[in-house]
């Protein structure tokens, strides 16, 4: 169809010659005209492709695009971070991308201008999501769910400096954990680090070590628990401190805390956190560290991070990728969306993907590793000529029996050529089938790697693929 402009243009010359021209003569100067319009429209539609010379082809600053490479050692990762969400018995959530403005405002304190705004579309301000934490508690308290154990895996995106280096970017993804509802001191915060412990000594990145401690502790003492300024002193006095279960004794038996009501309830939280913890079998895992802040708002009570422990030469080696997760109690941010204010205590967790890959995708080019990028179990080839039709028939009957198969696109491939294939790409198993192979009623099966074939009789040819891949 051409463009509009050429259609009113077309139009008025049509207009023209009939206005001008004798009733029932053909006017040259009409097509002539059209040829003439429609070069200069298509020269006009194509000369600012030609001004663009200087045009770089690339994704916006802070992204990037993941090959097939890179997208097999993510969905690893992912696969093994939502197999330990699901076996802790957490449902999966998801929310839109964006979120109205008001929304997310006043949510991230100095953060909040970090957020992506977009450009009003029909009446309704809106941002993209900052992070998966604020959208689940507007959930929750729209569909006024009090309780739930949930896990949400999406992008999200930050106006920030990207450090690509580091895996930090403006569109990045997200793990989120939590665990929403009224329950018993310190159970849910217990299981949260257990998780996060499950997780990292899967993904075998190394020792690490996760952190814990009270959100900003001298404001969290004093504005809002009511503690005394010289009480918040001394809680100051162990802020350079860390250790485990034996800090928490000796703040126990400090003179000062040990006469604060506030202080001894924050400090027996903590000494049942561990006891859970040592129950996990994780304590030894886990640092008490009055020094850790993390600088979202709408952190309320104990925070944790994870971070990579390592010899000065891994160090030397790696990325300084900062934690690799990190999360913590938030009871009054489900109240910030209730009319009336009703509050839903949560705690929860964010795993960082992106760092975590970074670590990984750097790993993996010192080693110099191979990564196949399909899950291909069998390919199915021919020697001979006109030979499509039976491969045809052939992979159909794989693909019905739930074996990853494929074939050339193509009538009459070389035999080579496709034991190439097979070999490139890392296929175990090939089936050859060609007219000596017909006549008997047999497929001859190859294992890629030993080059040895054995011939075996359509009728079991499934079965026996399935044991084969059972057993490698």
């Not at 509009?4 to 077309?10: C, I, Y």
């Not at 009446?123 to 999501?129: A, D, F, H, K, V």
């Not at 006024?144 to 569109?171: A, D, L, N």
């Not at 198993?429 to 047999?442: D, M, P, S, T």
Request: aromatic share 8%; with cysteine; proline share 4%.
């Amino acid at each position: 169809m051409p463009p509009l402009g050429l259609l009113h243009m077309r139009a008025w010359a049509s207009l023209f010659n009939r206005l001008l021209r004798p009733s029932g003569v053909v006017c040259i100067r009409e097509v002539h005209f059209h040829s003439q319009v429609s070069e200069a429209v298509l020269t006009s539609q194509l000369k600012p492709q030609h001004e663009k010379s200087n045009f770089i082809i690339k994704t916006p600053k802070g992204t990037r695009d993941l090959s097939p490479q890179q997208m097999v050692v993510r969905e690893k990762i992912l696969d093994l971070v939502i197999g330990c969400f699901k076996r802790h018995g957490a449902k999966r959530l998801d929310t839109p991308a964006f979120e109205l403005k008001e929304m997310l405002t006043e949510k991230y304190g100095e953060d909040s201008g970090l957020i992506y705004d977009l450009k009003d579309q029909g009446g309704e301000l809106l941002s993209l999501r900052y992070d998966l934490t604020v959208p689940f508690a507007r959930y929750l308290a729209m569909n006024k769910v009090k309780k739930m154990k949930r896990y949400h895996v999406g992008k999200v995106w930050r106006r920030e400096s990207p450090t690509i280096v580091q895996g930090r970017y403006r569109e990045f993804c997200q793990c989120d954990f939590d665990i929403a509802g009224q329950f018993d001191p310190m159970i849910p915060d217990a299981e949260c680090l257990k998780i996060m412990c499950e997780i990292l000594s899967g993904l075998q990145l190394g020792d690490f070590l996760i952190k814990i401690s009270w959100n900003d502790v001298r404001h969290e003492m004093v504005a809002r628990k009511g503690l005394a300024p010289e009480v918040a002193d001394r809680i100051g006095d162990y802020i350079q401190c860390h250790g485990g279960v034996s800090l928490v004794e000796e703040m126990f038996q400090d003179s000062i805390l040990s006469q604060n009501k506030q202080a001894i309830e924050g400090l027996g939280d903590l000494k049942l956190l561990f006891e859970y913890l040592t129950l996990f079998g994780i304590a030894e895992k886990i640092s008490f560290d009055l020094s850790l802040a993390r600088g979202l708002d709408y952190y309320t009570g104990v925070i944790y991070e994870a971070v990579l422990l390592q010899t000065p030469a891994q160090a030397e080696e790696s990325l300084n990728v900062g934690s690799v997760a990190a999360g913590g109690r938030y009871d009054g941010l489900v109240g910030m969306f209730d009319p009336k204010g009703h509050k839903v205590p949560c705690v929860g967790f964010s795993i960082g993907v992106e760092r975590i890959f970074a670590i990984v995708e750097q790993r993996m080019k010192t080693s110099g590793q191979k990564i196949r990028t399909t899950e291909t179990q069998v390919f199915v080839a021919t020697p001979q000529k006109n030979f499509l039709h039976e491969r045809l028939k052939l992979i159909s009957e794989l693909w019905d029996a739930g074996i990853k198969a494929e074939l050339l696109y193509k009538n009459n491939p070389k035999l080579l050529t496709q034991l190439h294939y097979c070999e490139h790409m890392g296929i175990p198993l090939a089936v050859i089938i060609g007219e000596q192979e017909l006549k008997e009623g047999v497929i001859k099966l190859r294992s890629v790697a030993s080059r040895e074939e054995v011939a075996i009789k359509r009728e079991n040819l499934v079965a026996e693929i399935q044991k084969r891949l059972s057993e490698s």
